[in-house]
């Protein structure tokens, strides 16, 4: 992870930043959907940047974390975000990684800084949810010591857009 330094934060980036890395993993998620056959309009990352700022309070202190991946220039080269979905268990969302930091081990950092949020919160689980498109997602997670349910849970995404219910690959780990 040269030149990458995580940080967990404690209040939220200024909105124009954090929309720039958000916005380049809205694009990403929509057209791996699009090439699975979804019709997804041309303002659905627009949509999705206004449900997350609607809900940006998730995912801060005591509720929750945001943590990003910033280069030797301080520009964000990666985030995730951990969400409480009850006192157990903990929900990790929107992990993400330019394409030029993909490779360094910035996923993994960002992982295991939510993982420790999620022990500092007192959570006692952790689970995601990805599509069957995420390979890089689908990989990392077993190498971290999540388990691949055979079953669905009821993340965020489960629970939001049915219509992924099929393409939707569930991970847990205990912490």
Same mark, same amino acid.
Not at 65 to 81: D, E, H, S
């Given at each position: @992870?040269?030149?990458?330094? $995580?940080? #967990? +934060? /404690?209040? #939220? =980036? =200024?909105?124009e930043e954090l929309n720039g890395i958000l916005s380049q993993y809205y694009e990403l998620i929509v057209h791996r959907m699009r090439g699975m056959g979804f019709d997804i309009p041309l303002a659905a990352p627009k949509s999705a940047l206004a449900e997350f700022w609607a809900n940006s309070g998730d995912y801060?202190? =005591? &509720? *929750? +974390? #945001?943590?990003?991946?910033?280069? &030797?220039?301080? *520009?964000?080269?990666? +985030?995730? @975000?951990? &969400?409480?979905? !009850? /006192? /157990?268990?903990?929900?990790?969302?929107?992990?993400?990684? $330019?394409? !030029?930091?993909?490779?360094?081990?910035?996923?993994?950092?960002? $992982?295991?800084?939510?993982?420790?949020?999620?022990r500092n919160m007192g959570l006692k689980r952790l689970i995601a949810d990805t599509l069957t498109p995420n390979v890089e997602m689908r990989d990392l997670y077993p190498k971290l010591g999540f388990v691949e349910l055979d079953e669905p849970v009821e993340t965020t995404t489960y629970n939001d857009q049915p219509m992924l219910r099929p393409y939707l690959h569930y991970f847990s780990k205990d912490l």
């Amino acid at each position: @992870m040269k030149n990458i330094e $995580i940080e #967990l +934060c /404690q209040s #939220l =980036p =200024p909105r124009e930043e954090l929309n720039g890395i958000l916005s380049q993993y809205y694009e990403l998620i929509v057209h791996r959907m699009r090439g699975m056959g979804f019709d997804i309009p041309l303002a659905a990352p627009k949509s999705a940047l206004a449900e997350f700022w609607a809900n940006s309070g998730d995912y801060l202190p =005591p &509720k *929750g +974390c #945001l943590v990003i991946a910033r280069n &030797k220039t301080g *520009g964000i080269v990666g +985030c995730g @975000m951990l &969400k409480r979905l !009850d /006192q /157990q268990t903990g929900e990790l969302k929107r992990v993400f990684v $330019i394409e !030029d930091a993909r490779g360094t081990g910035t996923g993994r950092a960002l $992982i295991e800084a939510r993982e420790n949020a999620a022990r500092n919160m007192g959570l006692k689980r952790l689970i995601a949810d990805t599509l069957t498109p995420n390979v890089e997602m689908r990989d990392l997670y077993p190498k971290l010591g999540f388990v691949e349910l055979d079953e669905p849970v009821e993340t965020t995404t489960y629970n939001d857009q049915p219509m992924l219910r099929p393409y939707l690959h569930y991970f847990s780990k205990d912490l």
